[in-house]
């Protein structure tokens, strides 16, 4: 991913969040993305991920934006969608979605409630099993929801996504298991691009992004 002399506007407004950004990221380098609230965190990150475009500046000079095609991103916001069905058709929803209906998730039911136990959602198995019914987005906690969500974006394959854009996509967890899901993710080889308020998780990312709201700017650091 590659962004030069590129402002970050409010969506669709020529109100800059970020001046004149220029951010650089190698294969396999996993960046975390911190500021205050407003400063145009969660604006880049859907920038990154092709969901936005900001307006042309006339007095910008040269610029360029280059980001991975979007099926092989999965973009996981703060508000998360999902299905109402089984457990087994949440587990297969994102890779449906990126692959065709026809697509479907190969692990035996054995190795994903192993899955589910390694993301602290075993007792998700235990009392609906993988095939009943359920509107999740009514029966789940934040934390819960993220959790599944994740994983269910890892199950997509990572032959197919080479990175994911997580907008705080662990609010909702408790500081260890938001520790434990990095430690999974560390250990795929699909990148991933975080905004989070937690230091702790500086350890998983390999650059580290800190936007400044009050005069617009940036600085990069390599972890």
């Not at 030069?4 to 020529?14: A, G, K, L, Q, S």
């Not at 692990?107 to 409630?113: E, I, N, Y």
Request: glycine share 4%; with cysteine.
């Amino acid at each position: 991913m590659q962004l030069i002399n590129i402002n970050v506007n409010i969506p669709r407004t020529h109100h800059i969040l970020v001046n004149r950004l220029t951010l650089l990221l190698p294969c396999n380098s996993n960046l975390i993305i911190t500021g205050s609230s407003g400063s145009g965190k969660s604006s880049l990150l859907r920038l990154l991920a092709g969901l936005e475009y900001n307006l042309p500046s006339t007095d910008i000079g040269y610029s360029c934006i280059k980001i991975l095609p979007p099926e092989s991103l999965i973009f996981l916001p703060q508000q998360l969608h999902l299905v109402e069905g089984t457990l087994r058709q949440q587990l297969s929803y994102l890779k449906q979605a990126k692959l065709g209906e026809t697509a479907a998730i190969v692990f035996s039911d054995d190795r994903l409630v192993n899955l589910l136990r390694q993301y602290n959602l075993s007792h998700l198995f235990d009392r609906y099993t993988l095939d009943s019914v359920q509107m999740w987005s009514k029966i789940l906690s934040i934390g819960e929801q993220q959790r599944l969500m994740i994983l269910s974006a890892l199950l997509v394959g990572e032959d197919v996504i080479k990175c994911l854009i997580l907008d705080e996509t662990t609010a909702g967890c408790d500081d260890v298991t938001t520790e434990r899901l990095y430690s999974l993710l560390q250990r795929s080889s699909i990148r991933y691009i975080s905004i989070s308020h937690r230091i702790q998780l500086l350890k998983y990312h390999t650059h580290h992004l800190i936007i400044n709201s009050t005069n617009q700017t940036y600085t990069i650091a390599k972890l």
